[in-house]
């Protein structure tokens, strides 16, 4: 398995909080208690009120649906992912050190968006690991800042990007296509308990945490709609995730963690871990994205002058 198609579905599993959970039914009214006739003349014995029977309660994890298909159709907002992993993920051998899968930066304003790539992924594409690959599409137009020598941008400054080089500049995670892709997967979130509240974003918030069984549960129920993202039952030691959903009816804040074992090309069993956090913030704000003040254009492919 390459790189990118590890961090793809990681991502996709990772981004379960797309999975829009069926409604509640809604609960039948309690039957009302229709008294006895007290016998006369006998007196009547004191008794004891039959309480009316009351609806269950509805799981805590109920309200992280409807946040969900909220959040889904914003698209107005600042994404900060972080993936970090160690040991033996998707075949790749990343050594006992937590290491920098992927690092996401990116502002999105309508069809306007602008945004920093780092971590191991960026480094394959050839981006200075410090910096990181740093790209924009504004106004249907594409641009990436060098040197990047894949693309044959050789020098430090924005270069505006052919047709046929805009996926560059397409960030690999947003909110709308994520949470489409995952849409029909059925998660089941009844298992969440409520946890702590915190201010996000200057939003009061409810966490909701889902234990090893829940959050591997999410997975489950992603593989049986044909997404491949099924973790080995037997290789899972732990597993966590967290939801955090805000008064304004929009998710902020998503953690998932996962450690075990997996087997190794030699057959030996190695340890990994991944851990992901995702951000939301200025959702819905005043974001307006710019294009670069001065770019160039990439030389042509095979004779070293500008495109046209």
Known sequence: MNVVRLVVLVLIAVFIVGCA???????????????????SPTPSPTTTPVPTPTAAAAPAGSAIPAAIRQTATIDTYRMQLVLRGSGLVGGFNLGN??????????????????????GFLAAFLGADVTRGL?????????????????????????????????????????????LSAVGNAGADFSRFTAGATAERNGVRCQEYRGDRDATTALFASLNAVGLPTQLPESAITDAAAQVWVCD?????QLTITFTGTATDPQGQAQPFSFALDVQLSEINGSIRLMPPADFRDLPAPGNGTPRP
């Open 248 to 252: 304004d009816g929009y998710l902020h």
């Open 97 to 118: 050190a937590t290491t920098e899968l992927l690092g996401l930066d990116a502002q999105f304003a309508g069809a306007d968006v602008s945004f920093t790539l780092r």
């Open 134 to 178: 740093q790209a924009m599409t504004v106004g249907g137009v594409s641009y990436a800042r060098g040197p990047l020598t894949f693309l044959g941008a050789p020098d430090d400054v924005w270069y505006r990007l052919a047709p046929e080089q805009s996926a560059i500049a397409t960030p690999p995670a947003q909110v709308d296509t994520t």
């Open 21 to 39: 959970a069926p409604s509640a039914p809604t609960p039948t009214p309690p039957p009302t208690a229709t008294p006895s006739p007290v016998p």
